[in-house]
């Protein structure tokens, strides 16, 4: 969580709603089942990405750090939805 609000990642993703950008939980859940996804996820941080959730743009991040982006991709997928 430090390091997604070091990155100003909160400043487009809720933890569980749309924002600007899609919720973590709800990115998790796309990816839930597949085994590439923390490198594909890695790759969109830093390198940025359109069309993934509509028409909606991912900044590339190129400041932060392959080791980083690694961690946050990892921290993104393990996003539970809220217990009800």
Request: hydrophobic share 45%; aromatic share 4%.
């Amino acid at each position: 969580m430090d390091l997604a609000r070091k990155n100003a990642c909160m400043a487009c993703h809720g933890l569980v709603h749309k924002q600007v950008g899609p919720g973590f939980v709800q990115i998790a859940e796309r990816y839930r089942n597949d085994a590439t996804a923390p490198a594909r996820l890695a790759d969109k941080i830093r390198n940025g990405s359109v069309g993934t959730w509509g028409r909606v743009i991912m900044p590339r991040q190129s400041l932060v750090s392959e080791a980083d982006a690694q961690v946050l991709a990892r921290w993104v997928l393990a996003q539970q939805p809220p217990a009800r």
